[in-house]
């Protein structure tokens, strides 16, 4: 049995099947029971399961991460959610000294902190320099912290309820441009396995590794190139950040000689140029053009649409490495045309403020 | 005296057994350079630690700060796995991941002590609404120094407790000192760390850390009100370290304190203090109190010669920790 629903449907199913399943499951954040429940993934939770076990709390990402760590050792699962990944960065003592350390520093003698930490971030509409931060990449470098990040509504239903249940602590990655993301939904306890890519396009002539957002623009400029020109690339989508599914990037790499890394998030120091290290250690011989990644500038995000027109990566840009690393020449104008000149918000249904 | 005699001798055993502990350390720690971590000995505050310990049940939660030692084993922490852990050994309550700023006992509901300032707050008040949610009537104690007040995750943390009414106890023991950073830059004078948690609006008292009898009554009204659902409750200790901030040695020579304080706070010494009390109240003869000096001195020196004979650890990235060696 599956329903449609949205990618922010499918993470309020998941959550209200997690709290239905396990009565030590509590989910609380900034908003949580408000009118507008997080951009709809917590609307009728509180309704549903009490105010004990889904609250609203106090503005101390500090603390309640600390205090979902210790609820954690006594047999809680909290889920906590913050409506901008910017705000949780508050939080990295009580992430990084205690969550991501507790299962090691005690020998595995003080339990291992079942925590899910849902983190939502911004793109476009002005968000700027603090409701965009896409951050993986220092989750994703401290051992002890599992970090994922889906693409589809029904990734993200799957994925949010192996994170709850999970044994350590983890980091759930929601971006806000695929919150109305549609599709087919499995109903009940419908679970994923963590640190599984997806391969979403299957080609020979190139492998695109690719994450979150990002992957919604490469579809498009994969679809277009295969339709228009017979290129025909892989396209896999990590969906967990930490661990990395390297047997399926480095099969698949090692299959087309060619890598192209599609990161949300800053360039220098980031998942893209991890991916690509390990690759070059891996499928060396394999290799028939130089590997390229596609980040965001190293420079704080811009506010303006006027400054942030040049800053992100869309299909287009991809469309055209795409081409240049195989030496093909294509006319991507009609893929420009059907993406639209909007670059400053995800679709019609992306009304803003945030 | 307002408590029994088996509680009185309790709580001068704790105390025995947490000084020889931390004594011993500081005898073999340059002479022997096997205890290869920072440890920072709680000397001159044991009575604080002995009277939680003792006031708290065992299934009662306890979390720690980096001077942990005291609280470990007034809790009724296992001492050859804390001496063991010190050592670096297989055999230690962490399994030689922790060293001395790492320990847990769960056993004994000694959930963990770590070493950054207020770190364990939060932690602390977790399990205080895991309690809450659990519906049983067990109690979080968390241990704090007096610098943890100056952490924002401590009224981040208080507020939280005093907000959800959960069963915690905070015990704040101020020994003046930061490090080498006194009480009087970090804090204004004249201002007591109780009564400004008294305006967070939880109930905060304040009392002599020196005094065993006097601690003890103290956390002891204050866990039968959390335990009645009255909601936290915050206890001010006042104490003083007699060691180094970190490490075996002394440094009232280095001049951030003077030599002078740290005699006058010797005279208030708790074990010695209460050591006369008990005499003079013929709790114990001078015979049973030397008796328990060579048996707890002897349990000491046991768990170090069994830390010493223990098996290092061998290291791995995923160390899956199924099963710990005990």
Redesign the interface.
């Known amino acids: 049995m599956s329903r449609t629903m949205t990618f922010s449907q499918a993470v309020n199913d998941a959550l209200s099947t997690a709290m239905q399943v396990d009565n030590n499951v509590i989910c609380y954040g900034l908003g949580i029971p408000d009118p507008k429940g997080v951009f709809g993934t917590s609307l009728g939770l509180q309704d549903k399961f009490g105010s004990e076990r889904v609250f609203d709390m106090p503005c101390s990402e500090n603390a309640m991460t600390g205090i979902a760590i210790g609820a954690s050792l006594n047999g809680i699962r909290p889920v906590m959610t913050h409506q901008r990944l910017d705000f949780f960065l508050l939080a990295m003592d009580q992430l990084i000294n205690n969550a991501s350390n507790w299962k090691y520093m005690f020998g595995g003698n003080s339990g291992s902190v079942p925590i899910t930490i849902r983190l939502i971030m911004g793109r476009g509409w002005g968000q700027g320099p603090t409701h965009s931060q896409s951050l993986h990449s220092w989750f994703a470098h401290v051992p002890g912290l599992k970090v994922v990040s889906p693409t589809t509504a029904k990734d993200a239903k799957g994925l949010l309820l192996s994170s709850i249940f999970d044994d350590g602590p983890v980091i759930f990655l929601e971006h806000r441009w695929l919150h109305n993301h549609t599709e087919e939904v499995p109903e009940g306890d419908f679970r994923l396995p963590l640190g599984k890519a997806s391969l979403l396009r299957e080609g020979n002539n190139l492998s695109v590794i690719s994450m979150s957002y990002m992957t919604v623009e490469a579809i498009h400029a994969i679809d277009y190139l295969h339709k228009t020109s017979d290129i025909n690339c892989d396209l896999i989508d990590l969906r967990s950040i930490n661990p990395i599914d390297w047997e399926t990037i480095f099969n698949s790499v090692c299959k087309t000689g060619r890598l192209l890394v599609l990161d949300s998030g800053w360039e220098t120091l980031s998942v893209a140029g991890e991916i690509i290290a390990r690759c070059a250690i891996e499928c060396f011989d394999s290799f028939k053009c130089p590997p390229v990644r596609m980040a965001l500038p190293d420079c704080p995000t811009p506010t303006s649409c006027a400054l942030t027109k040049n800053y992100y990566k869309e299909a287009v840009d991809i469309g055209q490495t795409i081409t240049k690393m195989l030496g093909i020449k294509t006319d991507l104008e009609p893929l420009i045309k059907m993406r639209g000149t909007n670059h400053d918000v995800p679709g019609d249904w992306f009304k803003g403020p945030f | 005296m307002t408590i029994d005699k088996t509680t009185a001798i309790q709580l001068y055993s704790k105390m025995l057994l947490i000084r020889y502990c931390e004594e011993t350390i500081a005898v073999r720690y340059h002479l022997e350079k096997k205890m290869r971590c920072p440890t920072h000995l709680c000397t001159g505050q044991e009575a604080v630690a002995a009277a939680a310990g003792q006031a708290l049940r065992q299934d009662d939660?306890a979390?720690s700060t980096h001077r942990a030692h005291g609280h470990y084993l007034g809790k009724g922490g296992d001492l050859n796995r804390m001496i063991a852990e010190i050592y670096g050994k297989k055999s230690?309550?962490?399994?030689?991941?922790?060293g001395s700023m790492?320990l847990?006992d769960?056993s004994v509901g000694f959930?963990?002590s770590?070493a950054?300032v207020a770190?364990?707050?939060?932690?602390?008040?977790?399990?205080?609404?895991?309690?809450k949610?659990?519906k049983t009537d067990q109690i979080?104690c968390v241990f704090l120094g007096d610098a943890a007040t100056e952490e924002?995750?401590f009224y981040?943390?208080v507020?939280?407790a005093v907000?959800k009414k959960l069963p915690v106890l905070f015990i704040c023991e101020n020994n003046l000192y930061s490090v080498y950073s006194p009480l009087k830059v970090r804090q204004p004078e004249g201002r007591s760390i109780a009564s400004m948690v008294q305006g967070i609006g939880c109930p905060a008292v304040n009392g002599n850390g020196n005094d065993v009898i006097e601690s003890y009554e103290k956390i002891s009204k204050a866990i039968d009100s959390i335990r009645n659902g009255n909601g936290p409750v915050f206890l001010e200790f006042s104490t003083y370290r007699w060691r180094e901030h970190c490490g075996p040695d002394f440094d009232n020579h280095i001049g951030y304190r003077s030599g002078k304080e740290f005699e006058e706070w010797k005279t208030k010494d708790p074990i010695e203090a209460f050591e006369q009390k008990i005499l003079s109240d013929e709790i114990a003869d001078k015979n049973m109190i030397n008796e328990l000096k060579t048996e707890t001195q002897s349990r000491v020196d046991n768990a170090f010669n069994l830390a010493e004979l223990a098996e290092f650890p061998e290291f791995s990235?995923n160390?899956?920790?199924?099963e710990?060696a005990r």
């Open positions: 939660f979390v230690g309550c962490s399994g030689g991941w922790g790492h847990v769960r959930i963990g770590t950054i770190g364990t707050i939060p932690v602390g008040v977790g399990l205080g609404l895991s309690i949610l659990k979080s924002g995750v981040e943390s507020n939280f907000l990235s160390p899956g920790f199924e710990i």
